[in-house]
């Protein structure tokens, strides 16, 4: 539908004192643009909008102004929140220790039709939704539209904690449309009107606005798995908040510390102990809203969630919509940040060091989520296009390798100083070839015997040492007689596997020896990842060590 606007602002002006309702005409500001109006005691009152805040006058706030507020707002609820009949507005007491008014926060509420196009397909599909976003960033506008639109064909219940949905008073705002609103007596209570709106009501959607406690969140999926449609919002900005929210992260299944195997734990390449998800996920489509016009969607939240324990995340879908209107998608792939700060990231811990090698044979088969090494050149994902040496004229079509015991990230390292295409994948059938150990290749297992019977290609290293990686990786790819590689290159790449090891408990690291130019650089990149160094030695031979923390003098 069109586009449009209802705030019922003169509303809101009521009850504001008049010298205030001038100072803000005499602003000058579009009033779309409002957001709310600040009266603190013993403060100027401000004005705040999309883009900043206005002083409305140099007087400080009164007692007499706080009270004239108060009085035309009605009674405050335990969440020290109130509003206007029939309208949005939100008015928010902060109280001091003798449960004195001292504070209001005088929130617009607009109901903003036709603003639901951006996820109207997710939402009409019946997936369950939860709405991410901090605080302002129009959660509630959504989840208003949302509940008018599914109301059209659906019997809907909204769970209305705060008024905030459905407005203030008996008689809920027009803007939820044929959707019947359920109030809340006490904020703690919530999770048991969310049940009791299941068992008494017969809907097939429930909304729900602010999911912040334990209880609602288990009420949450009690009713996603007795088929109830869910929409629904919290706070956050992102997946990652979730997953390290206790109170929160069973919306998205949770996560708990599970202890492999030692054959599991070589087949991925990773340490004893990982995160894995605990549970299938409340809801499973994920938006975070990252500005009004502008959302991030995760259509598939527990796949979501095991690729970012693997440190591995899956590309994100974007909408945007423009000044015109238009609702534009694309795709994104976001940093691997969880992984890598809770150390779940693809890649082992082995020691470091080829053995002989069958011919580079079997075709190569592309995966989306398999994990191409970063930062050796301009290599990308799911591309098994020539890659072009540095300083050479040569191409090398990328080698999808499965390491079987075998350090992982070891072997990505020297792929990166090498700067050769290596594409680590999990896949059997993915790969051209195993790169395994000596003695695990004696023992025969069943990974070996199967890749065998399909012809990809085994390659035997002596140890698990960098030397043998570099070893079979310059056999495999000829590069006897290549130009030694950049120093530069090699220390950026030092310097990386220190902070890896960094991460990975060690108190100190020090680095070889380098120029003064290098050096600065490997500081900056220390500082990048939050972490500290400093020089140490004479020149030539003046090197950098990082710390965990600040060293002890």
Same mark, same amino acid.
Not at 381 to 389: G, H, K, Q, S
Not at 411 to 425: C, E, G, N, S, T
Not at 502 to 525: F, N, T
């Given at each position: 539908?069109?586009?449009?606007?209802?705030?019922?602002?003169?509303?809101?002006?009521?009850?504001?004192?008049?010298?205030?309702?001038?100072?803000?005409?005499?602003?000058?500001?579009?009033?779309?643009?409002?957001?709310?109006?600040?009266?603190?005691?013993?403060r100027?009152?401000?004005?705040?909008?999309v883009?900043?805040?206005?002083?409305?006058?140099?007087?400080?706030?009164?007692?007499?102004?706080?009270?004239?507020?108060?009085?035309?707002?009605?009674?405050?609820?335990?969440d020290?929140?109130?509003?206007?009949?029939?309208?949005l507005?939100?008015?928010?007491?902060?109280?001091?220790?003798?449960?004195?008014?001292?504070?209001?926060?005088?929130?617009?509420?607009?109901?903003?039709?036709?603003?639901?196009?951006?996820?109207?397909?997710?939402?009409?599909?019946?997936?369950?939704?939860?709405?991410l976003?901090?605080?302002?960033?129009?959660?509630?506008?959504?989840?208003?539209?949302?509940?008018?639109?599914?109301?059209?064909?659906?019997?809907?219940?909204i769970v209305d904690?705060?008024?905030?949905?459905?407005?203030?008073?008996?008689?809920?705002?027009?803007?939820?449309?044929?959707?019947?609103?359920?109030?809340?007596?006490r904020?703690?209570?919530?999770h048991?009107?969310?049940?009791?709106?299941?068992?008494?009501?017969?809907?097939?959607?429930?909304?729900?606005?602010?999911?912040?406690?334990?209880?609602?969140?288990?009420?949450?999926?009690?009713?996603?798995?007795?088929?109830?449609?869910?929409?629904?919002?919290?706070?956050?900005?992102?997946?990652?908040?979730?997953?390290l929210?206790?109170?929160?992260?069973?919306?998205?299944?949770?996560?708990?510390?599970?202890?492999?195997?030692?054959?599991?734990?070589?087949?991925?390449?990773?340490?004893?102990?990982?995160?894995?998800?605990?549970?299938?996920?409340?809801?499973?489509?994920?938006?975070?809203?990252?500005?009004?016009?502008?959302?991030?969607? #995760?259509?598939?939240?527990? !796949?979501? /969630?095991?690729? *970012?324990?693997?440190? =591995?995340?899956? %590309?994100?879908? @974007?909408?945007?919509?423009?000044?015109?209107?238009?609702?534009q998608?694309?795709?994104?792939?976001?940093?691997?940040?969880?992984?890598?700060?809770?150390?779940?990231?693809?890649?082992?811990?082995?020691?470091r060091?080829?053995?002989?090698?069958?011919?580079?044979?079997?075709?190569?088969?592309?995966?989306?989520?398999?994990?191409?090494?970063?930062?050796?050149?301009?290599?990308?994902a799911?591309?098994?296009?020539?890659?072009?040496?540095?300083?050479?004229?040569r191409?090398?079509?990328?080698?999808h390798?499965?390491?079987?015991?075998?350090?992982?990230?070891?072997?990505?390292q020297?792929?990166?100083?090498?700067?050769?295409?290596?594409?680590?994948?999990?896949? #059997?059938?993915?790969?051209? !070839?195993? /790169?395994?150990? *000596?003695?695990?290749? =004696?023992?025969? %297992?069943?990974? @070996?015997?199967?890749?065998?019977?399909?012809?990809?290609?085994?390659y035997?290293?002596?140890?698990?040492?960098v030397t043998?990686?570099?070893?079979?990786?310059?056999?495999?790819?000829?590069?006897h007689?290549?130009?030694?590689?950049?120093?530069?290159?090699?220390?950026?790449?030092?310097?990386?596997?220190?902070?890896?090891?960094?991460?990975?408990?060690?108190?100190?690291?020090?680095?070889?020896?380098?120029?003064?130019?290098?050096?600065?650089?490997?500081?900056?990149?220390?500082?990048?990842?939050?972490?500290i160094?400093?020089?140490?030695?004479?020149?030539?031979?003046?090197?950098?060590?990082?710390?965990?923390?600040?060293?002890?003098?």
């Amino acid at each position: 539908m069109e586009r449009r606007i209802t705030d019922d602002l003169e509303k809101l002006k009521a009850v504001l004192p008049d010298y205030l309702v001038e100072r803000l005409a005499a602003t000058g500001r579009d009033e779309n643009d409002l957001l709310e109006v600040i009266v603190d005691l013993g403060r100027v009152p401000t004005a705040r909008y999309v883009d900043g805040e206005v002083v409305l006058d140099e007087q400080e706030v009164t007692p007499e102004t706080i009270q004239y507020v108060a009085e035309r707002v009605g009674s405050f609820d335990e969440d020290n929140r109130g509003g206007i009949q029939r309208t949005l507005h939100r008015i928010s007491a902060i109280r001091n220790r003798r449960s004195d008014i001292v504070g209001l926060t005088c929130r617009v509420g607009r109901a903003v039709y036709g603003t639901i196009d951006i996820l109207e397909d997710i939402i009409e599909a019946g997936n369950n939704v939860l709405l991410l976003g901090p605080p302002g960033v129009g959660k509630t506008t959504l989840l208003r539209e949302a509940a008018r639109v599914l109301a059209e064909s659906r019997r809907v219940i909204i769970v209305d904690t705060s008024n905030e949905i459905g407005g203030d008073g008996d008689v809920p705002h027009p803007a939820v449309g044929r959707a019947r609103r359920m109030q809340v007596a006490r904020p703690l209570f919530q999770h048991e009107v969310m049940i009791e709106a299941v068992e008494n009501h017969n809907p097939e959607a429930i909304v729900i606005d602010e999911i912040g406690r334990e209880l609602e969140a288990q009420a949450a999926r009690t009713i996603a798995e007795r088929g109830v449609q869910l929409i629904g919002t919290a706070h956050g900005n992102s997946l990652d908040n979730l997953l390290l929210n206790p109170t929160l992260s069973d919306l998205v299944g949770g996560i708990e510390s599970v202890t492999l195997s030692d054959e599991e734990a070589r087949r991925r390449g990773t340490q004893k102990t990982v995160l894995e998800r605990r549970a299938p996920p409340t809801f499973n489509v994920l938006v975070e809203i990252q500005t009004r016009n502008r959302l991030a969607v #995760l259509d598939d939240v527990a !796949a979501a /969630v095991d690729a *970012k324990l693997r440190g =591995r995340p899956l %590309p994100v879908e @974007i909408r945007t919509r423009t000044e015109s209107g238009e609702i534009q998608i694309e795709s994104a792939r976001p940093d691997p940040t969880f992984g890598e700060r809770n150390g779940t990231r693809r890649g082992g811990s082995g020691a470091r060091d080829t053995g002989r090698r069958n011919e580079f044979s079997g075709p190569a088969r592309e995966r989306e989520q398999d994990y191409v090494l970063d930062n050796f050149g301009g290599g990308s994902a799911n591309r098994a296009e020539p890659f072009n040496l540095p300083g050479g004229n040569r191409s090398l079509p990328p080698l999808h390798v499965y390491p079987y015991g075998v350090a992982r990230n070891r072997l990505q390292q020297v792929a990166r100083q090498l700067h050769v295409p290596v594409v680590i994948v999990d896949d #059997l059938e993915a790969a051209q !070839a195993i /790169v395994t150990l *000596k003695n695990y290749y =004696r023992r025969r %297992p069943r990974m @070996i015997v199967d890749a065998e019977r399909m012809g990809i290609s085994i390659y035997v290293l002596r140890a698990n040492t960098v030397t043998q990686m570099e070893d079979f990786l310059v056999d495999v790819f000829q590069l006897h007689g290549d130009e030694p590689q950049d120093p530069f290159g090699r220390a950026m790449g030092e310097v990386e596997d220190a902070i890896r090891r960094i991460r990975s408990g060690a108190r100190s690291v020090d680095l070889s020896p380098q120029a003064a130019h290098i050096r600065r650089k490997q500081h900056e990149m220390v500082r990048a990842a939050h972490l500290i160094s400093h020089s140490y030695g004479n020149e030539p031979n003046r090197r950098v060590r990082i710390f965990r923390d600040e060293p002890v003098r």
